[in-house]
């Protein structure tokens, strides 16, 4: 069974930093790029960071860029997003999403790689919330 465990958010005041964990289990974690998501109420989903499966290609969204920072760990089967100097307009739902065999060349750092409907598996989400 595909499992995608976020963990890691909670309340944090603006200038502070959170780090994001997604625990894989059920798939081959090296088979499949993992992305972070967030969903604020009334707006649509975003993607915010995602990593490829094996290259290490990586992409931000720009208002994250400089201040996030997306990591996997193969032995540990965890992507972790590192989230410095938050912003209360960083407040959301996170979700962490795992893509099986999307094509990203080396390189490449478009929004494409990290659109929702590459991904096909999805964890539940945690809750960060920044206040001012």
């Known amino acids: 069974e595909v499992q995608l465990v976020e963990s890691g958010g909670r309340l944090v005041q603006a200038g502070g930093s959170l780090r994001l964990s997604c625990a894989a289990s059920?798939?081959?974690?090296?088979?499949?790029?993992i992305g972070w998501f967030r969903q604020a109420p009334g707006k649509e989903r975003e993607g915010v960071s995602c990593?490829?499966?094996?290259?290490?290609?990586?992409y931000y969204l720009d208002s994250v860029k400089g201040r996030f920072t997306i990591s996997r760990d193969s032995a540990k089967n965890t992507v972790y997003l590192q989230m410095n100097s938050l912003k209360p307009e960083d407040t959301a739902l996170y979700y962490c999403a795992a893509g099986f065999n999307i094509y990203w060349p080396s390189g490449r750092s478009d929004p494409y790689y990290c659109s929702g409907p590459l991904y096909g598996y999805w964890g539940q989400g945690t809750q960060v919330t920044v206040s001012s």
């Open positions: 990593v490829s499966s094996r290259r290490g290609n990586t």
């Open positions: 059920g798939f081959t974690f090296d088979d499949y790029a």
